[in-house]
């Protein structure tokens, strides 16, 4: 009787010969695996952790030990082959297995879907939403780490991907992150020492509004972001919780609210992914040690960034035309925010380092009911949204 576990239905004997091992992953690398076609690239990898495995269980010799999980990760010196042929191609990223028959075939299946599809109808929304959408390219490559326990090797950092679509991925949770930071920094941190008390709580205000409360607001304490702020302005803290208390109408001697914000991020898929590769050497012979392989999306990758504003907050709080001026403010906010993010300080892991920031370039729109206004460049995108009509 055949499992409906997969990995279980291929598992069998392990191999006990060097010989047989290494033959075991080039065929697993071109598609077989004990006498089964495997087409899905992403199953492959999988597979492949799986015989680095068995290496170290089936083989006594840690040097053959060593031989077959290198061989699993890079293939022949000369020759090459192993996981790296499967993401990798030189100069030509787009060519590469992973890139030409899995994401590209699995983007068709979520256009599909309508998993890219942007918001049509703004009068089913509150007055004064918004939605604003933009085609990147990458300028640096992009890295995340995935949180998946087994792959391939301890010396493969995978980039974070989709569970259901193995489609290199960044996370609507990642977004709100890093644009939030963003935001704090140029108009927080940046302007501490020229903001009165009153104006720094008044900004900080309006981005909880925006992004939601802040994490590390605890009863009778805060710590991580919320902290962070605090000792940004030590003065301006008053104010701040007398602003938020008064406007959702919390006595003084009950928690601060938890509650959403205006913004509602969406995932971004890319069309490409890498590997960059980390040798460190020896102090003492100078020369490399074990190379580390860290997946990435590279530069010259497509991505699409996605963003609904939703002003429900203010619904039968204002009047409709203090609703859209408020709008229009929140998104001259995201835009400058957003500006920051894309063209200097990133939105990748290893940022610091210059990872992940984009070309100028971009190919979108912002969205009201009144208007459709192209975006063309994220170094003028404040100035593209200034206009926008509600």
């Not at 962070?228 to 609210?257: C, I, M, Q, T």
């Not at 100078?286 to 203010?314: M, N, Q, R, W």
């Amino acid at each position: 009787m055949s499992s409906y576990d997969f990995y279980v239905e291929l598992g069998g004997e392990s191999k006990k010969d060097l010989n047989a091992l290494l033959n075991e992953v080039e065929a697993l690398v071109n598609g077989n695996h004990r006498s089964c076609s495997i087409p899905d690239i992403a199953t492959r990898i999988r597979l492949l952790a799986g015989v680095a495995v068995n290496a170290s269980i089936a083989l006594e010799n840690e040097r053959d030990q060593e031989k077959v999980k290198n061989y699993t990760v890079s293939g022949d010196r000369k020759a090459g082959g192993g996981y790296k042929s499967l993401v990798h191609r030189k100069n030509n990223p787009e060519e590469s297995p992973y890139a030409k028959d899995l994401i590209q075939t699995n983007f068709e299946v979520m256009q599909g879907l309508g998993l890219f599809s942007d918001v049509r109808d703004l009068y089913s929304l509150p007055p004064g939403s918004w939605f604003l959408q933009f085609t990147f390219a990458l300028a640096k490559p992009w890295m995340s780490k995935d949180d998946d326990p087994f792959y391939v090797a301890e010396s493969v950092n995978p980039v974070r991907k989709d569970k259901v679509f193995k489609v290199p991925m960044m996370s609507a949770a990642s977004w709100k992150g890093l644009l939030r930071w963003t935001a704090m920094h140029i108009r927080l941190a940046q302007k501490k020492d020229s903001l009165k008390p009153e104006q720094f709580a008044r900004e900080r205000f309006v981005q909880t509004l925006l992004f939601g409360d802040e994490k590390g607001e605890e009863p009778g304490q805060t710590k991580d972001f919320a902290a962070y702020l605090d000792g940004l302005k030590p003065e301006a803290r008053a104010e701040y919780e007398h602003l938020l208390r008064n406007y959702y109408h919390v006595k003084s001697d009950e928690p601060l609210p938890h509650h959403s914000g205006r913004l509602t991020f969406y995932p971004t898929f890319f069309n490409l992914i890498d590997v960059e590769v980390i040798n460190p050497h020896s102090r003492k012979t100078k020369a490399g040690t074990h190379p580390i392989y860290l997946e990435c999306v590279p530069a010259g990758a497509t991505g699409t960034f996605s963003l609904l504003y939703v002003p429900f907050d203010l619904i039968g709080q204002k009047e409709e035309d203090e609703i859209k001026q408020q709008a229009l403010a929140d998104l001259q906010l995201v835009a400058e925010g957003l500006q920051a993010m894309f063209l200097t300080y990133g939105f990748s892991a290893k940022r610091s380092s210059g990872y992940g920031t984009a070309k100028d370039e971009i190919e979108g729109k912002v969205k009201t009911r009144a208007c459709e206004k192209p975006l063309t460049k994220l170094s003028q995108l404040a100035q593209e949204v200034k206009d926008v009509t509600f």
